[in-house]
């Protein structure tokens, strides 16, 4: 059963192996994913310690949920300490490692140490080997992938792998799987580097046994429906996600030149439906894949259709290409989308943090903070598009004096290139913030503001905010399966009640993620997605567990205290332009210029935007500089930490 | 009455293998596609995806191979049937399948082959893209016709466009 | 039995309230209600005067493509300039 994954030690350093099996009051405090991989860390990381070193534990697991039989039980989650941030680490990535992983009777991996010379793991049927890769070390993301299977001689081993950009130690080189599936954020990848650790190969055929085999069918049966009804994810099945930065754009939420504008305008060439095009030419008209299980189908395949690379096959591109390689250098082209994102998934680097950062550079070189001596001669200004494919090769390889400069991050580049680069860094605790501009949307600012990770949006976002849905619905949503009778605002200019919101979704990702499933079968860009009440049925069914709504919130609502704890332990503070609670002065001080004519001129309340933290943090159970109340720890349990239990 | 068999259009499958997982649920109550009748195989560097299952053969070359006569065509529902009672695990029929549908699963110690879930297949079901479909054996060139045919008439009108420019 | 399966979630409930073959005005704080005709390429929003390129995922199925960008650019640009006079 699902239950009896195993939770396997590995020393790198000493080569030693230890398996151990998850209690059940582990459980049922953890459930299991990045909640029970938050807990791990907390309790398995030294305070301090270098995420470079052999100190820095990385957690690789799957869901409870994992490779059964819900929608989507394809994401894999990986944690340690950021190299990018020196918080919290922490990606997830679909694909098809995870159940491969909990068929080989895993769900947790903590690898420790660091190996001397390159070794990938394999991982099979209950047992690990640390295996050579020596010939792996200097391949791509796919080809290391294909030597691997080659290796073993057999096309059904999923590895999780790093490519050069982790090898190089690049701070926000990502882990990847299949063509394009990456745990993008935070730097993982440059963690699998530092360790010597070229690949996780995983192959399994051990039974899952289903609780209610016969109940699990049927109710999955109604549930992909509802999943799949959705417009929001038919939408995705016809034109992925990049149907979410083409309608961003549309009303100017996409942030361009760097910050100085937040719509790309004329950009055909690079709009969803333009992408669809390219994908149906070079493919045909079945060109969308899909994660393990998932009816969704959010994921095009395509042949980058002209350029250097022509012909070539990749999948994609994500809302984040289009954010990296279009929006952000202010480039309108689909031939550097696509190549971008081939080149992205190709080195095995985060394509939303290497985009922020080069058009961060971009400005700084318009502005003359940059000189043409530091790009060594490149003409790096916005919408050069040679330029901007030039600077992800050369920070992939650390080559010249900028490539090896933006590849330790922007707030340590900042430090390097001085001036006044680091106002225009558009970060939050050290990590790029995504493609879009939050200007005219609070709910939107405080989500990136506080997220565990660094600015992202994938952690507490309220997106639904901006569809103005009537109050009563808004009501109905988010006051299950805890009450709450505060304020909530239809407007999505508004700050009242905004706080909430984004506690909510900050516990449904959190639960999301210990499930271990993907976001775009929750509330996150549809109303009619399952959340807190429907998950209790699809847990018992397939694992035997029973769950109330109100009890996965407490599981959710605890690993992000974990987080938080942390966190707060590697020296987060509320204020802190680098590692706190806060956004970029722009943010407060520059109003949008571009976009729907109600767009125009909006711009972040600093007051408002800080009593809306006060407010979050009260919901949260913290003080107002931001640490938990001892109250907020005896409730959620977790007075004791770290407290060891596995 | 008609008999029914699987249709399978293998580049409208997306390759999630969900098909797997309710083949070996619905078989085995657990999830492992090492017991599901249904296996996609993949060229990920492709793109892709094709799912391999029984086809049901008339003539079908495991019940001619099989020395213990475990395999034998139901005249009636039109299905290749495995009698466990009669099968030595020889695993003949697994060599000779031109299609690789048939699978010996190591934790069992069985050979396991497609059975149509009993007329109400679990496959076709859960396929939301109808890479799989469940149709009458009759009506399968008809469908493959079809679809032919309207590749054809819009490669046609196409050019009709280009030459009226 | 420790799930009711009968009852309807909050999210299956919700499902009742999707409208086919409209869309919302792109303008954030309009969000009025647009239904275009069949494969009809531009729509203009009555509330707000914005207009929207319209792209059909099926011949039920429209979605906003993107803004026409001259008419954008000119709202935006007369929306900036009122902020500045004020």
């Known amino acids: 059963m699902a239950l009896n994954r195993k939770i396997a030690y590995i020393d790198l350093t000493s080569g030693k192996i230890e398996i151990k099996s998850i209690p059940l009051e582990v459980r049922r405090k953890f459930i299991g994913g990045r909640g029970l991989d938050a807990y791990l860390l907390y309790n398995h990381a030294k305070k301090g310690c270098d995420p470079l070193g052999p100190d820095n534990p990385l957690i690789i697991s799957g869901g409870i949920l994992t490779a059964t039989l819900a929608s989507a039980t394809a994401r894999t989650h990986i944690m340690a300490k950021s190299p990018l941030t020196g918080l919290l680490g922490s990606s997830n990535m679909g694909g098809f490692f995870a159940p491969e992983l909990a068929w ?175 994908a149906e030419e070079t493919i045909g008209p079945y060109h969308m894949t899909g994660c393990f299980a998932c009816q969704v189908h959010c994921r095009a395949q395509y042949k980058i259709p002209s350029g250097p690379y022509a012909g070539k096959y990749d999948e994609g591109p994500e809302y984040t290409s289009q954010g990296a390689f279009a929006g952000e250098p202010d480039c309108k082209s689909a031939e550097t989308v696509l190549t971008g994102n081939h080149l992205v998934n190709q080195y095995g680097v985060d394509n939303l943090e290497i985009g922020s950062i080069i058009s961060w550079a971009m400005e700084l070189y318009e502005l003359g903070i940059l000189t043409r001596e530091q790009t060594d001669g490149l003409d790096l200004r916005f919408g050069n598009d040679q330029a901007l494919l030039e600077m992800v090769h050369r920070i992939c390889t650390r080559k010249g004096w900028l490539g090896d400069t933006l590849a330790d991050g922007g707030v340590p580049a900042s430090e390097k290139i001085g001036k006044n680069s680091f106002d225009y860094l558009i970060q939050v605790k050290g990590m790029s913030n995504l493609h879009s501009d939050e200007r005219a949307t609070p709910a939107l600012a405080l989500n990136i503001a506080t997220s565990s990770r660094g600015s992202d949006h994938l952690r507490s976002r309220p997106a639904i905010d901006l569809y103005h849905l009537p109050e009563k619905v808004l009501r109905k949503i988010y006051s299950s399966p805890v009450a709450y009778d505060g304020p909530l605002s239809s407007e999505h200019t508004s700050y009242q009640g905004k706080a909430w919101q984004v506690f909510w979704q900050e516990n449904c990702y959190m639960a999301v993620d210990c499930l271990g499933i993907c976001k775009y079968h929750t509330l996150f860009l549809g109303t009619t997605l399952p959340n807190f009440e429907d998950w209790p049925k699809v847990i018992y069914y397939n694992t035997g567990l029973e769950f109330t709504p109100r009890e996965i919130w407490d599981v959710a609502e605890r690993g992000n205290m974990i987080e938080r704890l942390f966190n707060l332990r590697e020296g987060l503070t509320r204020d802190d332009l680098k590692k706190g609670d806060t956004l970029n002065h722009r943010y407060f001080d520059e109003p949008c210029r571009r976009g729907a004519p109600d767009v125009v001129g909006r711009k972040i309340d600093r007051d408002k935007f800080t009593k809306m933290i006060d407010e979050f943090y009260q919901h949260k159970g913290l003080d107002p500089k931001g640490d938990p109340k001892p109250e907020t720890l005896l409730r959620l349990g977790l007075e004791n930490e770290p407290s060891h239990l596995v | 009455m008609a008999q029914k068999i699987l249709k399978i259009e293998h580049e409208k499958c997306t390759g999630c293998r969900l098909c797997e997982l309710v083949c070996a649920v619905w078989h085995h109550h657990v999830s492992n596609p090492a017991r599901s009748r249904i296996r996609i195989v993949k060229w990920e560097s492709e793109g892709v995806y094709v799912p391999m299952a029984c086809q049901q053969c008339e003539d079908a070359p495991c019940a001619a191979a099989c020395p213990a006569k475990a395999l034998s065509r139901n005249q009636e529902t039109g299905r290749v049937e495995l009698d466990y009672d009669k099968c030595i695990g020889c695993r003949t029929c697994v060599s000779v399948c031109p299609f690789g549908a048939m699978h010996f699963v190591p934790i069992d110690r069985k050979v396991i082959k497609c059975d149509l879930c009993d007329g109400d297949p679990q496959c076709v079901r859960f396929c939301e893209v109808k890479a799989i479909e469940f149709v009458d054996e009759g009506d399968l060139g008809r469908h493959k016709g079809r679809e032919a045919a309207r590749r054809i008439h819009s490669a046609d009108k196409k050019a009709a466009e280009l030459q009226s420019g | 039995m420790p799930v009711d399966d009968k009852k309807q979630s909050t999210a299956e409930d919700l499902r009742k309230t999707r409208t086919y073959g409209k869309f919302r005005c792109h303008n954030p704080s309009c969000m009025g209600r647009l239904q275009p005709e069949a494969l009809q390429q531009q729509v203009k929003c009555p509330e707000c005067g914005m207009e929207f390129r319209v792209h059909w995922i099926r011949p039920d199925f429209p979605r906003i493509r993107g803004p026409v960008w001259e008419v954008n650019r000119k709202l935006a640009d007369e929306a900036f300039l009122k902020l500045e006079e004020k």
């Not at chain 1, 796919?142 to 050069?164: C, F, H, M, N």
């Not at chain 1, 961003?248 to 996409?254: K, P, Y």
């Open chain 1, 104 to 278: 080989a009777g895993f769900h947790h991996l903590v690898i420790r140490g660091q190996a001397e010379k390159p070794v990938y793991l394999f991982v099979h049927d209950g047992e690990i080997e640390i295996r050579d890769a020596q010939d792996l070390w200097g391949q791509t993301t796919t080809e290391t992938q294909w030597s691997i299977r080659e290796e073993l001689a057999d096309e059904e081993v999923k590895s999780l792998v790093i490519g050069p950009a982790g090898e190089n130690l690049v701070r926000f080189a990502n882990v990847m799987t299949g063509i394009k599936n990456s745990g993008g954020r935070t730097g993982m990848g440059c963690v699998l580097g530092s360790k010597n650790l070229k690949a996780v190969a995983v192959r399994g055929s051990q039974d899952i046994q289903i609780a209610h085999p016969v109940e699990a069918l049927e109710y999955n049966k109604r549930f992909i429906d509802q999943i799949t009804s959705s417009k929001v994810n038919q939408t995705q099945g016809a034109l992925g996600t990049p149907f979410i930065w083409g309608a961003t754009n549309s009303w100017g939420g996409i942030r361009t030149r760097n910050f100085q504008y937040n719509q790309l305008e004329y950009a055909d060439d690079v709009e969803p439906e333009r992408i669809d095009e390219i």
